[in-house]
C-alpha cells in the first residue's frame, strides 16, 4: 500500500501563499492523489484530487510532477479560516478506501 | 449541496453497551464507508460498503462492529458491546462511484463516549 508523508505542522500568514509537499514514493499506476481538509470536531471535507500534471480549481491548485513520487498542494492567499489540518491521501482506485495519514496541521497567522 | 447527515452528534453510553450510529449517505451515492478518529489522531478507516454488503474492512473491524443499510436512506454502524477504546469520532462518508471524479463526502461524525 503506498504511503504518504507530509510535515506535521506549518505556520504562515494571511494572505501568503502556502505550499505543502507530500512524498508518497511507492504509489502505484492505478492511485490518485487526494488532498482534504479537517476543521477540528468535523469530518474530512475533499479539496482536490489529481493523476498528473496540474489541477486547479477555485480552492486550490495541485502540483504532480511526472515521476508522481511527490505531490504539492498549494493555497493561494490564506486567511485564518484556512487554519486547518490538510490530509494527502492516496485514493485506491481498485476499493476506494482512502488511507489517511497524520495530516499537516495549518497555522495561518493575522 | 447535498450532505452526509450524522446522528447523535453526541452518545455517551457505559461499557460493555451496544451503540448504534446513524448516517444518511448522500440520495444518488452508492459507496459508504465508517471511519473514526480518536482524539488527538489520525483518521481511520473502518469499512466500505457497497450493494449492501462488506467491500472491505481494516483490522479494527472486529466481530463487535458490524454495518447495515436497513431501507434506502440509513447507513448505521452497531457496536456490540463497547470498550473504553471504542471512545472516538465516528465518521460516514459516501461516494457516488469508485471512479477518480468521485470524491467522498463526509459527515461531521458521532463523537462516541464510553464511560
Known amino acids: 500500500l503506498a504511503k504518504t508523508t507530509q510535515p506535521i505542522s506549518m505556520d504562515s500568514y494571511e494572505g501568503q501563499e502556502v505550499n505543502i509537499t507530500c512524498s508518497h514514493n511507492?504509489?502505484?499506476?492505478?492511485?490518485?492523489i487526494t488532498w482534504y481538509q479537517q476543521f477540528p470536531s468535523q469530518g474530512p471535507r475533499f479539496i482536490i484530487q489529481?493523476?498528473?500534471t496540474k489541477v486547479t480549481n477555485e480552492v486550490a491548485s495541485l502540483f504532480i510532477p511526472a515521476d508522481r513520487k511527490s505531490s504539492t498542494l498549494s493555497l493561494p492567499r490564506v486567511s485564518l479560516s484556512d487554519t486547518a489540518v490538510y490530509y494527502c491521501?492516496?485514493?485506491?482506485?481498485?476499493?476506494?478506501?482512502?488511507?489517511f495519514g497524520q495530516g499537516t496541521t495549518l497555522q495561518v497567522k493575522p | 449541496e447535498p450532505e452526509v447527515t450524522q446522528t447523535p452528534s453526541h452518545q455517551v453510553t457505559q461499557m460493555g453497551q451496544e451503540v448504534i450510529l446513524r448516517c444518511v449517505p448522500i440520495?444518488?451515492?452508492?459507496?459508504f464507508y465508517w471511519y473514526r478518529q480518536i482524539l488527538g489522531q489520525k483518521v481511520e478507516f473502518l469499512v466500505s460498503?457497497?450493494?449492501?454488503?462488506?467491500?472491505?474492512k481494516s483490522e479494527i473491524f472486529d466481530d463487535q462492529f458490524s454495518v447495515e443499510r436497513p431501507d434506502g436512506s440509513n447507513f448505521t454502524l452497531k457496536i456490540r458491546s463497547t470498550k473504553l477504546e471504542d471512545s472516538a469520532m465516528y465518521f460516514c462518508?459516501?461516494?457516488?462511484?469508485?471512479?477518480?471524479?468521485?470524491?467522498?463526502?463526509f459527515g461531521n461524525g458521532t463523537r462516541l463516549t464510553v464511560t
Open positions: 511507492n504509489i502505484a499506476t492505478n492511485d490518485y
Open positions: 460498503f457497497y450493494n449492501n454488503e462488506i467491500s472491505e
Open positions: 440520495s444518488n451515492h452508492l459507496y
Open positions: 489529481g493523476y498528473k
Open positions: 462518508a459516501s461516494s457516488e462511484t469508485r471512479d477518480k471524479n468521485s470524491p467522498l463526502h
Open positions: 491521501l492516496v485514493f485506491f482506485r481498485n476499493t476506494g478506501k482512502l488511507i
